[in-house]
């Protein structure tokens, strides 16, 4: 069964770097998603990419975050200066369309650690 | 904005039945989910109602929706080891298609 994959499966920091996460979504999916999860706290939305452009976005997603789809197959989320409240599993997510019945399907989740 | 809440843990015997209890704020939800997270693997969509139903049933699964108390519960018939997980209680509503989260509840099942 296709699966969203996601690298690495955990990152470690030091604040103020740039971090790169990476993602391949399903092959066929034209929506891609990034969620967060700070330890403890609820899974939420950062932002959904349809047709090489973000289509949403939430109050977390400031300047300091980017996404990109490079090639055909690879979904990456930029954090340009790293802090220590970063710190998170990030979730990337496809789905093939947008609606709230079209399934997203997760991958594993990087652990983000930031020092 | 919207929020929704569940409780962390909840720990079974293997056999019995679980219940996951989870409530939102948002009255004008249309859409609620639970989604199941394994070790190591991503958020899975187990199932979902409509805010126009108050239950459905999928094999072991029992979805009660209960719309003036803003409540929803996921029912797990004859839990195994095997449905130790996270459950991520979630919902939708308006025009946005990005479902708002809870916590997850670690449901642990032991022998």
């Known amino acids: 069964e296709p699966e969203v994959t996601q690298t690495p499966s955990h990152q470690v920091t030091q604040m103020g770097q740039e971090v790169i996460l990476r993602c391949v979504p399903i092959?066929?999916?034209?929506?891609f998603y990034w969620y967060r999860q700070i330890l403890g706290q609820k899974v939420e939305f950062l932002v959904s990419?349809?047709?090489?452009?973000?289509?949403?976005k939430s109050e977390i997603f400031d300047d300091q975050f980017s996404v990109e789809r490079p090639d055909g197959s690879n979904f990456t989320l930029k954090i340009r200066s790293t802090k220590l409240e970063d710190s998170a599993m990030y979730f990337c997510?496809?789905?093939?369309?947008?609606?709230?019945?079209?399934?997203?399907?997760f991958g594993p989740g990087t652990r983000l650690t930031v020092l | 904005g919207e929020d929704v809440e569940q409780s962390l843990f909840l720990s079974v015997r293997e056999g019995d039945s679980s219940v996951i209890n989870c409530t939102y704020t948002?009255?004008?939800?249309?859409?609620l989910y639970w989604y199941k997270q394994e070790p190591g693997a991503g958020l899975q969509l187990l199932t979902y109602?409509?805010?126009?139903?108050d239950m459905k049933q999928d094999q072991r699964l029992t979805v009660l929706l209960n719309k003036k108390d803003k409540h929803l519960s996921l029912r797990i018939a004859d839990t195994q080891t095997g449905d130790s997980a996270i459950y991520f209680c979630a919902e939708s509503s308006g025009g946005s298609y990005i479902p708002t989260f809870g916590r997850g509840t670690s449901l642990i099942v032991h022998p």
């Open positions: 948002d009255s004008s939800s249309t859409y």
């Open positions: 109602i409509f805010s126009n139903m």
């Open positions: 990419f349809y047709n090489n452009e973000i289509s949403e």
């Open positions: 997510a496809s789905s093939l369309a947008g609606g709230r019945l079209d399934t997203q399907y």
């Open positions: 092959s066929n999916h034209l929506y």
